[in-house]
Antibody, heavy 119, light 111 residues
Framework: EVQLVESGGGLVQPGGSLRLSCAAS????????MYWVRQAPGKGLEYVSA????????YYANSVKGRFTISRDNSKNTLYLQMGSLRAEDMAVYYC????????????WGQGTMVTVSS | QSALTQPASVSGSPGQSITISCTGT?????????VSWYQQHPGKAPKLMIY???KRPSGVSNRFSGSKSGNTASLTISGLQAEDEADYYC???????????FGTGTKVTVL
């Protein structure tokens, strides 16, 4: 079964750091670009960051640039998001998502992991 | 990059058809035939319903269809069913610097 499972969410104080992980299974992880998308409570979806299949190219939304770092370990079939200088507005469910091999669309999503930023 | 504009809510009775609009700009929706639509039930992850404006992934009902004209894309749900009640988001490719932009989301209510 093709699957993405996020972990690492939790409660963190403003200014703190957190690392999210996304474990992939059921497909050749190293062949796909991967994304992080977040959803604040009661709000819509927001693109956060992207990484190419080999990790050589990374992209960030302006709202997280300089504070978040996306990476991947293709030997472990795992995607990461290192989040720093966290703010209240970063509080959200964070989803990892796979981009379809031949179409620019997110065809597989994880179940999400909640990040709460509060003192 | 600003979010694509969707109506906050759309409703219809069972069996009816509804259409959700998604308005962007010439930098995103208008430039690329790379609009996708996602269905999200409460507490669940989004599910891909339409990609490349009008293509349906395997397993998605043919009651769902997509189209685009200029800077506006649309999702039509025909033969509305109770299980279609959910939030729907459009998404467009927007270039290499900010690859994707999502819509504001539309809550579909089945009366």
């Amino acid at each position: 079964e093709v699957q993405l499972v996020e972990s690492g969410g939790g409660l963190v104080q403003p200014g703190g750091s957190l690392r999210l992980s996304c474990a992939a299974s059921g497909f050749t992880f190293s062949s796909y670009a991967m994304y992080w998308v977040r959803q604040a409570p009661g709000k819509g979806l927001e693109y956060v960051s992207a990484i190419s299949s080999n990790g050589g190219s990374t992209y960030y939304a302006n709202s997280v640039k300089g504070r978040f770092t996306i990476s991947r370990d293709n030997s472990k079939n795992t995607l990461y998001l290192q989040m720093g200088s966290l703010r209240a507005e970063d509080m959200a469910v964070y989803y990892c998502a796979r981009v379809h091999a031949t179409a620019d669309a997110f065809d597989i999503w994880g179940q999400g992991t909640m990040v709460t930023v509060s003192s | 990059q600003s979010a694509l504009t969707q109506p906050a809510s759309v409703s219809g009775s069972p069996g009816q058809s509804i259409t959700i609009s998604c308005t962007g700009t010439s930098s995103d929706v208008g430039s690329y035939n790379l609009v996708s639509w996602y269905q999200q039930h409460p507490g669940k992850a989004p599910k891909l319903m339409i990609y490349e404006v009008s293509k349906r992934p395997s397993g998605v009902s043919n009651r769902f269809s997509g189209s685009k004209s200029g800077n506006t894309a649309s999702l039509t749900i025909s033969g509305l069913q109770a299980e279609d009640e959910a939030d729907y988001y459009c998404c467009s490719y927007a270039g290499s610097s900010t690859p994707y932009v999502f819509g504001t989301g539309t809550k579909v209510t089945v009366l």
